[in-house]
C-alpha cells in the first residue's frame, strides 16, 4: 500500500485528477454494471417464480375438476343398495326396514354395498355368483361414467376380491392376501374412508395408472364393508400439467406425496435430473438453491405441486443482459477517459500558467504580464503576481532607505569635525581665562565643554546614567555662571542606576524647560530637584520645580525639544513608556518619566513591557 501511495505521488497533479477522474468513473460504472445485473437476475427468477406459480394454479384447478368427478362417482357406489338410491338417503328408520326387506328381494336387484355386506356375513371364500355379478355390474358402470378411469378393484373385509377392467372387463387376478399385507392399505386405515391418492399403481407395478384408494364405510351403520382401489390413467396428469417447453431442458414439474415421505408421485421433464430431484426430496424435503422453483398445495390429493428449473438454465438471459452491461460498461470507460483528460487539462492550465511565472521570476523577470482566471488556482497567481510586485516596492524602498542611512553615517561624520574644532577653541579659551586669572570666564567654558562633549557622547544613542546626571550639573554650571547662582540643582538618584544605561539627552532639556518657562519668570531664587529610582527594571525620573507653574497643562509638550525627547522615547523604549506633567499656577511643575532600565549597550532587560 505505501509503494502505491508512493508510485502515486510521483505523479503530476494533472496525471493524478485525470487518474483519479478515470477510477471515480470507472468505479462507478462497474457498481452500476454490477447492481443491474444482480438486479436483472433477480427479476428475471422473481418472474419466472411468479409465472410458475400461475401456470401450477391453473393446472392444479385442472386436476381437481377432473379428481373431483372420479371422487364423486366412487362416494355413489356407497349409496348403491336397497332402498337408497342415487338421488339422496331417507331417513334411518327408513333405511332400517329396507335393510331388512332386501334380504327376500332378488339378485338382480342387489345393490353394491349390499353385496359387501353379505360377503362380510359369510365365511366363503369367494364371492358368490349374484354378489359378482352386483360388484362387477357397479363398478362397470362407474367406470364408464369417466373415460380417465383405467380400473377399479374392490376388496371385501374378509379378503375376497373383484376387480373390472374398462372394455374387457376382465382383472388381473390380484392376490387378496398380499394386498392386505401391503404398507400403502394402513395408510387408507388411518385415512377413515377419505379419500388416499398414491403417485404410482399400488396393486401392480407401472407408469400408465397412479391409485385412490378409500376404505368403504357402510352410510348407515359406519362399519368396514371392505376397500375400493382405482387406477387413473396418468393422462388425467399430463393434460392437466402438460409438458414443459422443449427450449427448456432443464425445466420439470413434480408433485410430492407426502404421506409416502415425500416421494415423487408425478414428474415430468428432462429425466437427467429426475433422479438428483427425487434424492433432494427424499432427504430435504426441497431443492438445493440451484434451482428457482414455485410450488402449491392441492387440497384434494394433498400433494405438493413444484415447478422448478435450474438457474443455470436462466443464465442464457442474464448472460445477455451481463454482455450488454459490460459493453455499456466499456463505453462509459472510454467517455470517461476522454473527459478526465479534457478536465484535467483544463485545471491544470492555471497551474501551467503559474509554474511558468513562477520560473520567469525566478529567472529574474519582473514585468509579469500574465494574466489568471477566477478560479482558486488563478487567485493564488494573482496573489503571487501581487506579491512580487509588493517585493519589488519593498526592495526599492529597502535599497533607498539604505541609501539615506548611508548618506546619514557621511553626514554624521561631516558632522563630528564641527564639535571637535569647537572643543579645540573652548579648551583654547580655557586656557587664556586661566592665565588671565579670569576663574569665572574659565569655569564657565570648562562646563560648557563638559556639556557638549556628554550631549554627542561620542555618536552612541545609549549613556550610562550618571553621565547624563553629569550632563545636567554641567548645564545647571553655565545657567548659573549666567544668571549669578540664582538656581539650585538637587540631585536624589539611586547609586544602583549609576552605572546603567539610558537613552541620552532624556533628562537635559525638562531642566531646561524647568529653568526657563517655571523659575525664570519667578521673583526670586528658584529650586530644581531631580530624584530617580528603579522600580521592577523600570527607571523612574521626577523633575519637580517650584516655580510659576502652568494651567494648560498641553503647552508643556509643545516645544520642539520636549516632542522631540517624547518621540524618541516611545521609538526606543515603546508605547508602554512615556512622560507625564503635573502642575498648577503659583505650585510649580513636576515631570514624570518612565522608561526601562538598560543593562547593556543596546539591550532593554524588561522587553515584553517596552513592545520595541
Known amino acids: 500500500m505505501k509503494r502505491l501511495k508512493k508510485w502515486y505521488h510521483q505523479w503530476t497533479i494533472k496525471e493524478q485528477i485525470r487518474w483519479a477522474l478515470i477510477s471515480l468513473a470507472g468505479l462507478s460504472a462497474l457498481l452500476l454494471a454490477v447492481i443491474g445485473f444482480i438486479l436483472s437476475k433477480s427479476m428475471i427468477e422473481k418472474s419466472y417464480r411468479e409465472d410458475f406459480t400461475y401456470n401450477l394454479q391453473v393446472s392444479n384447478e ?20 336397497n332402498g337408497l338410491d342415487k338421488e339422496g338417503l331417507e331417513s334411518a328408520d327408513q333405511e332400517k326396514d329396507k335393510s331388512e326387506k332386501s334380504k327376500s328381494q332378488s339378485t338382480k336387484s342387489l345393490g353394491f354395498m349390499d353385496a359387501l355386506e353379505q360377503s362380510g356375513a359369510s365365511d366363503a371364500e369367494f364371492f358368490t355368483s349374484a354378489q359378482d355379478q352386483a360388484l362387477k355390474s357397479a363398478l362397470g358402470q362407474a367406470i364408464n361414467q369417466d373415460l380417465l378411469i ?8 374378509k379378503g375376497k376380491l373383484c376387480d373390472y377392467t374398462r372394455n374387457t372387463g376382465a382383472g388381473r387376478q390380484y392376490n387378496a392376501d398380499e394386498i392386505l399385507d401391503s404398507d400403502w392399505l394402513a395408510i387408507v386405515d388411518e385415512a377413515r374412508g377419505k379419500e388416499v391418492f398414491f403417485g404410482s399403481n399400488v396393486l401392480k407395478e407401472d407408469s400408465y395408472m397412479f391409485t385412490m384408494a378409500k376404505k368403504l364405510n357402510d352410510i348407515r351403520t359406519g362399519e368396514a364393508r371392505g376397500y375400493l382401489i382405482v387406477n387413473i390413467r396418468q393422462k388425467l396428469l399430463e393434460d392437466a400439467f402438460g409438458n414443459p417447453p422443449k427450449y427448456r431442458t432443464s425445466q420439470c414439474l413434480l408433485a410430492i406425496n407426502p404421506r409416502e415421505a415425500n416421494k415423487v408421485a408425478y414428474y415430468t421433464g428432462d429425466s437427467t435430473y429426475r433422479a438428483s ?12 438453491p440451484g434451482y428457482v422453483t414455485a410450488q402449491v398445495t392441492d387440497e384434494v390429493t394433498g400433494w405438493t405441486l413444484v415447478s422448478a428449473i435450474r438457474k443455470g438454465a436462466l443464465t442464457k438471459d442474464t448472460n445477455i443482459i451481463g454482455l450488454l452491461l459490460l459493453l455499456v460498461f466499456a463505453a462509459l470507460c472510454l467517455v470517461a477517459i476522454k473527459i478526465a483528460k479534457v478536465i484535467s487539462s483544463r485545471i491544470y492550465a492555471p497551474l501551467y500558467q503559474l509554474e511558468n511565472v513562477i520560473e520567469e521570476v525566478g529567472e529574474g523577470k519582473r514585468d509579469i504580464e500574465a494574466e489568471f482566471d477566477d478560479s482558486e488556482i488563478g487567485r493564488i497567481g494573482t496573489k503571487f503576481k501581487e506579491m512580487v510586485s509588493n517585493n519589488l516596492e519593498l526592495r526599492e524602498h529597502l535599497l533607498s532607505s539604505q541609501l539615506k ?47 557638549f562633549r556628554l550631549s554627542l557622547n561620542k555618536g552612541n544613542k545609549l549613556i550610562l546614567v550618571k553621565n547624563e546626571i553629569e550632563h545636567i550639573k554641567a548645564y545647571m554650571e553655565v545657567q548659573n555662571f549666567r544668571f ?32 526657563y518657562h517655571g523659575l525664570e519668570p519667578k521673583v526670586g531664587r528658584g529650586t530644581i530637584t531631580v530624584t530617580g529610582k528603579i522600580s521592577e527594571n523600570d527607571f523612574i525620573f521626577e523633575i519637580t520645580d517650584d516655580g510659576v507653574g502652568v494651567t494648560d497643562l498641553s503647552v508643556l509638550g509643545n516645544g520642539y525639544g520636549i516632542r522631540n525627547v517624547l518621540e524618541r522615547v516611545h521609538l526606543f523604549y515603546g508605547e508602554g513608556y512615556g512622560v507625564t506633567f503635573e502642575s498648577a499656577p503659583g ?24 513592545h520595541r
Do not use: W
Not at 430431484?277 to 438445493?288: H, R, T
Not at 553615517?409 to 579648551?427: A, M
Open 150 to 157: 383405467g380400473e377399479m378393484v374392490v376388496l371385501d373385509i
Open 484 to 515: 549669578q547662582d540664582r538656581f539650585t540643582l538637587i540631585l536624589d538618584i539611586d547609586p544602583a542606576m549609576l552605572e546603567l544605561y539610558m537613552l541620552k539627552f532624556i533628562l537635559q532639556p525638562f531642566v531646561e524647560n524647568a529653568m
Open 587 to 610: 505650585a510649580g511643575t513636576k515631570v514624570r518619566i518612565h522608561i526601562a532600565a538598560v543593562y547593556t549597550k543596546g539591550e532593554i532587560h524588561n522587553e515584553e513591557s517596552s
Open 62 to 81: 385442472i386436476m381437481d375438476i377432473q379428481l373431483k368427478n372420479i371422487i364423486e362417482i366412487s362416494r355413489n357406489l356407497l349409496i348403491d343398495q
Open 277 to 288: 430431484i427425487e434424492e433432494a426430496y427424499l432427504k430435504n424435503g426441497q431443492l438445493g
Open 405 to 451: 542611512e548611508r548618506e546619514s553615517e557621511l553626514l554624521l561624520l561631516q558632522s563630528q569635525i564641527n564639535p571637535h574644532f569647537l572643543y579645540n577653541t573652548l579648551d583654547s579659551l580655557y586656557c587664556m581665562a586661566v592665565i588671565n586669572e579670569a576663574d569665572d570666564m574659565a569655569g564657565m567654558v570648562d562646563a560648557l565643554s563638559r556639556t
